[in-house]
Each structure stands twice: as C-alpha cells, then as structure tokens.
C-alpha cells in the first residue's frame, strides 16, 4: 500500500510541475504579446523591421533583437519541455506556429540567418530550419497572424497615420 501511495504522490508532483511550468510560459508569452502596446516605438520597429531588417538602423535592429529574443527563448523552452513530455501537444502547437510565423516574416528570416540562428540550442536550431525548408506560402507570416503590424508597417511607408 505504501508503494502504492508514494507512486500516486510522485504522479501527481509531477502533473502540478507540468503545470506550473507551462503555466509560467503562458505568463511569459502574454507578456511578451503586449510589450508593443505599451513602447509604441517597439510597435513602430517591430512592424517596419518584419518587412526588412538589414538596412534598419542599428536603434530599430537593437529593439526588434530584443524582442525577438524574448520569443525566441519562450519558443526554446516550450520546444524542450515539449520534447521531454513537459508540454502538451496543442501548447507545444502554438508556441511553434509563432516562432515559426517570425521567422518566416521577410525581415524575420533576415535576422533569423544573420543572428537569432546562432543563439540557440543546436536542437532546437535543427528542428526551426528545417520547418522553415518545409514552409510555404500557406504558412503564416507574423504580420498575418497579428496584422496590426501590417496596418503599422502600411501607415509608415505611406506616410499617413
């Protein structure tokens, strides 16, 4: 009976780790969702820097970076937990479609090839390039899954607000 008790506890501390752990990465992930609302220059570099980033100045590379990183990281650690049973499969799903959806935005990929590349776990580098080989027109780009920096990007290049 005792062994069958402490199975049952070690069952259930790791269902509430499981949960915690992707409860922090919801946390993080809303966060990092509404970082542009609140630094409308953020806003402003992020929507001109998914359509080009090699020709941006070094303050707008700076901003996007960061907050690309932040993704980023959130995207690794979901795609660890994942691989380790710690993330189910329809959080793993989501985390993946908006990492993806950066990388593949014009100014994404750009900075993905000269940069974010290099900063992650050869894993997770691994599994993102080939999704990216594999991804076509019908994947979305980040401005089509949040098109409020489309609608930004469209009032700065044409000069209306």
């Known amino acids: 009976g005792s062994l069958l008790f402490v199975g049952n506890q070690l069952r259930q501390n790791q269902n509430i780790a499981?949960?915690?752990?992707?409860?922090?990465?919801l946390i993080g992930a809303a966060e990092w969702m509404?970082?542009?609302r609140h630094d409308l220059d953020l806003f402003e570099s992020v929507a001109r820097l998914l359509y080009r980033y090699e020709d941006a100045s070094a303050e707008d590379r700076h901003r996007f970076s960061?907050?690309?990183?932040?993704?980023?990281?959130?995207?690794?650690?979901?795609?660890?937990m994942h691989?380790?049973?710690?993330?189910?499969?329809?959080?793993?799903?989501?985390?993946?479609?908006?990492g993806l959806s950066l990388l593949i935005s014009p100014g994404?990929?750009?900075?993905?090839e000269t940069e974010a590349r290099h900063v992650w776990g050869a894993s997770a580098v691994e599994h993102f390039t080939a999704a990216l080989e594999a991804s076509d027109d019908s994947t979305p780009r980040l401005q089509q899954l949040r098109p409020e920096f489309a609608a930004k990007y469209a009032e700065l290049t044409t000069g209306v607000s």
């Open 108 to 112: 994404g990929k750009q900075w993905w």
């Open 34 to 36: 509404s970082s542009t």
């Open 83 to 98: 691989r380790d049973g710690y993330m189910n499969e329809d959080s793993w799903h989501g985390f993946r479609s908006m």
């Open 66 to 80: 960061t907050w690309g990183y932040e993704l980023l990281l959130l995207v690794e650690r979901a795609f660890y």
């Open 18 to 25: 499981k949960s915690n752990s992707q409860r922090e990465l």
